[in-house]
């Protein structure tokens, strides 16, 4: 049978351990009971009155909260507030200490640290990260008038984590408005086409040393990593007309660039030949002069000889003349005695018919040669002929030796 049921000899079972017998309150047991034995036993346990009476020896009501009670919520409460002050600064980060919403001059260095909570406030600024903004202006007017779209990305880091807390209420509004306004001194003070072209990295050098210049005016302890020109387009409207320019423009770079390879090509080859001519001439001159000295010491030599011979001499002169003229000739014209005939003498004609007959050439034309001459002498003018032929015959055997 249940606790509750009807019937069960007025003796109802309480689950809860609190049974009353009768027809009394069945029901769980009451808060405020539960509350009042809780305050029994925290006064017993600080040094307050155990009983529970209508009042106390002091006179306090047994409602009221004891001191045993107060000095241990405080002492909770000071335990909670001594753990909130413990924090951990990163390697990272640097930390700034406000007591009272005064700066202390001690920077907090990574590890862990305590401050009294409520007293201090604590600030952590990463010194480390690179951060980056990009800042995509439009329509922005060049020194020459004209309109121009530039996107910006700016690098920064934070280098000062005092000034950057209390210096500035908000140093991240004041780099986005420094750097528009460096941004817009830098384009109005260049033309467009240097913006376009070459003229970007110059532009963001001189961006990044104005901004850096704004950041120190304003004390942020902002550094400023580095300036980027990302993009740098006319406006939309004029945009096909400024393609064809700067494809006109890289034309005429492209033919400045092949022109000047041409130049580097042929300019040494000219400084080459013009250096190997002046060597040829130095050659030459060189050898006309030893020959001209040669010529004259020769000449000299033979003067003297002259002087001891000079028929023999000049005989010897004139058969080497001959010698010279004839060795060059291939046809030879014969003025003959008596008549006004001539006889010719086909030389070369002669060589022809030796030199088509193997090994004939080589070991008799010395003597075919000179029965030639021989058989020419008669007709040769002057009492000489003899002598005459022998020396010519002399000649030709010279002549065929060379051929």
Same mark, same amino acid.
């Given at each position: 049978? =249940?606790?509750?049921?009807?019937?069960?000899?007025?003796?109802?079972?309480?689950?809860?351990?609190?049974?009353?017998?009768?027809?009394?309150?069945?029901?769980?047991?009451?808060?405020?009971?539960?509350?009042?034995?809780?305050?029994?036993?925290?006064?017993?346990?600080?040094?307050?009155?155990?009983?529970?009476?209508?009042?106390?020896?002091? $006179?306090?009501?047994?409602?009221?909260?004891?001191?045993?009670?107060?000095?241990?919520?405080?002492?909770?409460?000071?335990?909670?507030?001594?753990?909130?002050?413990?924090?951990?600064?990163?390697?990272?980060?640097?930390?700034?200490?406000?007591?009272?919403?005064?700066?202390?001059?001690?920077?907090?260095?990574?590890?862990?640290?305590?401050?009294?909570?409520?007293?201090?406030?604590?600030?952590?600024?990463?010194?480390?990260?690179?951060?980056?903004?990009?800042?995509?202006?439009?329509?922005?007017?060049?020194?020459?008038?004209?309109?121009?779209?530039?996107?910006?990305?700016?690098?920064?880091?934070?280098? !000062?984590?005092?000034?950057?807390?209390?210096?500035?209420? !908000?140093?991240?509004?004041?780099?986005?408005?420094?750097?528009?306004?460096?941004?817009?001194?830098?384009?109005?003070?260049?033309?467009?086409?240097?913006?376009?072209?070459?003229?970007?990295?110059?532009?963001?050098?001189?961006?990044?040393?104005?901004?850096?210049?704004?950041?120190?005016?304003?004390?942020?302890?902002?550094?400023? =990593?580095?300036?980027?020109?990302? !993009?740098?387009?006319?406006? !939309?409207?004029?945009?096909?007309?400024?393609?064809?320019?700067? /494809?006109?423009?890289?034309?005429?770079?492209?033919?400045?660039?092949?022109?000047?390879?041409?130049?580097?090509?042929?300019?040494?080859?000219?400084? $080459?030949?013009?250096?190997?001519?002046?060597?040829?001439?130095?050659?030459?001159?060189?050898?006309?002069?030893?020959?001209?000295?040669?010529?004259?010491?020769?000449?000299?030599?033979?003067?003297?000889?002259?002087?001891?011979?000079?028929?023999?001499? /000049?005989?010897?002169?004139?058969?080497? =003349?001959?010698?010279?003229?004839?060795?060059?000739?291939?046809?030879?014209?014969?003025?003959?005695? $008596?008549?006004?005939?001539?006889?010719?003498?086909?030389?070369?004609?002669?060589?022809?018919?030796?030199?088509?007959?193997?090994?004939?050439?080589?070991?008799?034309?010395?003597?075919?040669?000179?029965?030639? =001459?021989?058989?020419?002498?008669?007709?040769?003018?002057?009492?000489?002929?003899?002598?005459?032929?022998?020396? /010519?015959?002399?000649?030709?055997?010279?002549?065929?030796?060379?051929?």
């Amino acid at each position: 049978m =249940a606790w509750n049921e009807p019937g069960n000899n007025g003796k109802d079972n309480d689950p809860w351990g609190g049974g009353r017998r009768g027809g009394g309150d069945q029901g769980p047991p009451d808060i405020d009971e539960v509350i009042k034995n809780l305050t029994k036993k925290f006064n017993s346990l600080f040094g307050g009155a155990g009983g529970g009476g209508a009042g106390t020896s002091s $006179g306090q009501p047994s409602g009221g909260m004891s001191p045993g009670l107060l000095a241990g919520m405080v002492a909770v409460a000071a335990i909670i507030w001594g753990f909130l002050g413990f924090y951990m600064v990163d390697e990272a980060e640097r930390g700034v200490v406000l007591r009272f919403g005064r700066v202390l001059d001690t920077v907090v260095q990574p590890g862990l640290h305590w401050n009294p909570p409520i007293v201090d406030e604590v600030n952590l600024v990463n010194v480390s990260e690179l951060n980056a903004k990009t800042y995509d202006n439009r329509a922005m007017l060049t020194t020459d008038e004209n309109i121009i779209d530039i996107t910006v990305t700016v690098q920064y880091r934070i280098e !000062d984590p005092v000034n950057y807390v209390i210096a500035v209420s !908000d140093p991240e509004r004041s780099l986005d408005n420094a750097a528009e306004s460096a941004i817009r001194h830098e384009v109005g003070s260049n033309f467009m086409d240097q913006i376009l072209t070459t003229g970007r990295e110059q532009m963001a050098a001189s961006v990044e040393e104005r901004l850096q210049e704004y950041m120190g005016i304003y004390n942020t302890g902002i550094r400023v =990593a580095r300036v980027n020109v990302v !993009d740098a387009q006319p406006p !939309d409207a004029v945009r096909p007309a400024f393609d064809d320019v700067i /494809r006109a423009r890289e034309d005429e770079q492209r033919a400045q660039n092949q022109a000047q390879q041409y130049a580097n090509q042929r300019i040494p080859e000219a400084r $080459g030949e013009a250096q190997r001519q002046i060597e040829q001439a130095n050659a030459y001159k060189q050898e006309v002069i030893a020959k001209a000295e040669g010529e004259a010491s020769r000449f000299n030599q033979l003067f003297i000889e002259y002087e001891k011979a000079p028929e023999v001499t /000049r005989q010897r002169l004139y058969i080497d =003349a001959m010698q010279d003229v004839m060795t060059a000739s291939s046809k030879i014209m014969i003025d003959v005695e $008596g008549g006004s005939n001539m006889l010719y003498v086909p030389l070369d004609k002669i060589l022809e018919q030796n030199a088509s007959a193997p090994g004939r050439l080589a070991s008799g034309s010395t003597q075919e040669l000179r029965d030639l =001459a021989n058989q020419l002498a008669p007709y040769l003018q002057g009492p000489s002929s003899s002598s005459t032929a022998v020396d /010519r015959s002399r000649l030709n055997s010279g002549r065929g030796g060379r051929q």
